[in-house]
């Protein structure tokens, strides 16, 4: 799957591995790097992508349940949807990236 074909969401991506959609952007002006900006979680790379490491995962799950009224439901979402998919890898670092 190129780039142009994808999906507009949030991909996880591992070196050796084809992206995998971890989020399908829904409606709504949200974007992957919100979680760094709004929760201070994840680390925002050059290239556009985010880092969130294990033990940021459960905080994030916490943070998205905590404040779901005071975000777009697409970003609460978006933050569960890697929580969700994170929990289930023993990585400890996770390379999402956004694709509009």
Do not use: N
């Not at 709004?38 to 033990?55: K, M, N, T, Y």
């Amino acid at each position: 799957m190129t780039h142009a074909e994808k999906v507009p969401g949030v991909y996880f991506v591992a070196q050796g591995v084809a992206s995998v959609l971890v989020h399908e952007y829904a409606d709504g002006d949200y974007l992957l790097q919100d979680i760094a900006e709004l929760f201070a979680l994840g680390e925002s790379q050059q290239d556009g992508s985010l880092i969130v490491r294990q033990h940021e995962l459960r905080p994030l799950k916490v943070r998205a349940d905590a404040e779901s009224f005071d975000h777009e439901e697409g970003f609460i979402e978006m933050c569960l949807d890697i929580w969700r998919f994170g929990s289930e890898k023993e990585e400890e670092s996770l390379r999402f990236i956004s694709a509009e």
